[in-house]
């Protein structure tokens, strides 16, 4: 499977952006997917995940009610719609699947990575 993350930027302090992750080469409404994040310095941290149907997302404290993960399976595509960003939100986002989705926030338990993106928040 093939990941390729799209729609970083520049924003400000209280907007919003909305990230996008393509995917090739497998069957996509079969695997879980999950957003994470890396700032500058820190280790990669769960951001959003989802399970294949897209009944079920999980969330952890720092952005539950202010991100939404949702997926569009006809279009191989997740999405994490990011609001009322913080300049703490500001990170390389990544997407990446897991085959047994298990609605996990460990990085080990996914398969495939995409490469990236950049959001940077201005105060």
């Known amino acids: 499977v093939q990941l390729q993350a799209s729609g970083g930027g520049l924003v400000q302090a209280g907007g919003s952006l909305r990230l996008s992750c393509a995917a090739s080469?497998?069957?996509?409404?079969?695997?879980?997917m999950g957003w994470f994040r890396q700032a500058p310095g820190k280790e990669r941290e769960f951001v959003a995940t989802?399970?294949?149907?897209?009944?079920?997302?999980y969330y952890p404290d720092s952005v539950k009610g202010r991100f939404t993960i949702s997926r569009d399976n006809a279009k191989n595509t997740v999405y994490l719609q990011m609001s009322v960003l913080k300049p703490e939100d500001t990170a390389v986002y990544y997407c990446?699947?897991?085959?047994?989705?298990?609605?996990?926030?460990?990085?080990?338990?996914?398969?495939?990575w995409g490469q990236g993106t950049l959001v940077t928040v201005s105060s």
């Open positions: 990446a699947a897991s085959s047994v989705w298990l609605g996990s926030a460990l990085l080990r338990e996914y398969d495939y």
């Open positions: 989802i399970s294949g149907s897209g009944r079920r997302t």
């Open positions: 080469g497998g069957t996509f409404s079969s695997y879980g």
